[in-house]
């Protein structure tokens, strides 16, 4: 997959975990499952490849992201991160488990440094 297309999928699938967690009040892991099985089932029709299913399904990770702490804004932000560092790190990570919850993990936590240093008005960002 090329690198707009990583990122295209992680944005898309961040936000409607984030958005149908939060509106429907459906709960995090609920979201990320349903929205899982359904584009693995959508998946089947279009012959996407299997490395699509798993971005996609990491890309959920970060969509579980609390409202509390990341708006729309920011969780698109954080799949952003997200899809880069999963694009670069997954030739490194063959065989070795949690690539996508670690690739989740530092878009969120970068983003939330953003946000944070961003409050403290230390320095200007657009988030």
Known sequence: MSLW????LSIIGANLTHYIAH????????????????FV????????SLQAQAIFFGATFVGMA?????GHRSIS????????VIFYL??????????LGTSAFIGCSTTAFFIYFYKKKEFTLFI
């Open 66 to 70: 609390s409202k509390k702490r990341m």
């Open 23 to 38: 509106k429907n009040n459906i709960g995090a892991i609920r979201a990320s499952a349903g929205l899982t099985i359904l």
């Open 77 to 84: 932000l954080a799949s952003f991160i997200y899809s880069l």
């Open 90 to 99: 997954i030739g490194f990570a063959k065989g070795m488990g949690g690539a």
């Open 5 to 8: 297309q990583i990122i295209l």
């Open 41 to 48: 089932f959508i998946n089947n029709f279009f012959l996407f």
